[in-house]
């Protein structure tokens, strides 16, 4: 069994090097390598071409700037065919040495599975691991909006997908070439800037449930120019995206909405918590601005505003 791991990279040269080696250095060694270089302006493709002459399981693809959710489109579309599975690698995280064979093994367990995902260890910019910060894929909501350890043969539902993304990467998991095929839209949904994967896993999830190996299998890098970064801008992808979900998939309606809901007491909990904690170390004492951000909150988590709040897009 084959697979294509897919890297986009845009003005990736700080960490590709070093990224596009742990590919290089996988237990696993039956797979191409395609990075898909988006119009960047610095020395990514000189980076990538030192490879490709090295080895011949490594490809570059150049294209005009487009985004990262085309760049992985292209190389799925410009994979070997012949390949049934696909990894989609951002270009500055490290897959761990046994990465691909964890995750191959636990899809070739279960055939029906459409993917499979693991954990992912947070790093800094230099390497060293965070162990003040827990990954997402350690944890999981339950459809009442609950945080809950993660249990070792608990699979990711999309009711999981619907309150949060608790898939920390697209590096984490491998996918059925086949199961990304029958999608509508296919791939990643360009329309949604910052949750396109969160959106790929909830509908991958919908036709049956994705894996979870609780072992480590990916270097999650977080630094200043993280595309996770940004909270105001990331709750805005994820409600569009819930809203496209909305017009795509009216038969889980249900599904979307108590999610939705669910995600929002979940952050009015931690808001409400966080308060608490502030105002026993300021003797009582809160910013205006912080009881009024406390109070929304609150309300946007009560069922019916929620509910409101999704269906009429504010």
């Known amino acids: ?57 490594i490809r570059l693809i150049r294209q005009e700037n487009q985004g990262v959710s085309h760049s992985r489109n292209n190389g799925l579309a410009q994979s070997d065919p012949v390949r049934p599975m696909v990894l989609f690698l951002d270009a500055d995280d490290l897959l761990e040495r046994h990465a ?33 910060q827990v990954s997402a894929d350690s944890v999981r909501i339950s459809p009442h909006g609950n945080i809950v350890p993660a249990e070792v043969d608990e699979p990711t539902t999309s009711a999981m997908l619907a309150v949060m993304n608790c898939i920390q990467s697209t ?10 095929s029958q999608l509508v839209p296919q791939g990643f949904d360009q329309r949604i800037a910052g949750a396109a994967d969160w959106d790929m896993w909830f509908r991958l999830a919908r036709t049956s449930p994705i894996l979870f190996c609780p072992e480590i ?12 970064r940004g ?12 809203q496209n979900w909305l017009s795509d998939l009216p038969e889980q309606r249900a599904t979307i909405c ?15 918590a966080q308060m608490y904690s502030d105002i026993r170390c300021r003797r009582g004492k809160v910013p205006l601005r912080q009881l009024a951000l406390t109070a929304w909150c609150a309300i946007k988590a009560l069922p019916g505003i929620s509910r409101l709040i999704l269906l009429v897009g504010r």
């Open 1 to 57: 069994m084959s697979i294509s791991v897919v890297i986009p990279a845009y003005n990736a040269g700080q960490y590709l090097d070093e990224t596009i080696w742990s590919v290089r250095a996988q237990s696993f060694n039956d797979w191409e390598l395609i990075i898909v270089d988006d119009g960047s302006k610095d020395d990514t493709a000189f980076i990538v071409e030192r490879h490709v002459v090295a080895d011949s399981r």
């Open 100 to 132: 691909i064979e964890i995750l191959l093994s636990a899809l070739q367990s279960h055939p029906s599975a459409p993917a499979a995902h693991g954990r992912a260890r947070l790093i800094d910019h230099t390497g060293s691991p965070i162990i003040d």
């Open 171 to 180: 590096g984490a998991v491998l996918i059925y070439k086949a199961a990304l």
């Open 217 to 228: 299998v990916l270097f999650y890098r977080v630094h200043a120019s993280s595309m996770s």
């Open 231 to 242: 909270g105001k801008a990331m709750r805005r992808a994820g409600r569009v995206m819930r």
């Open 258 to 272: 108590s999610g939705y809901a669910a995600s929002l007491r979940w952050i009015a909990r931690r808001q409400l």
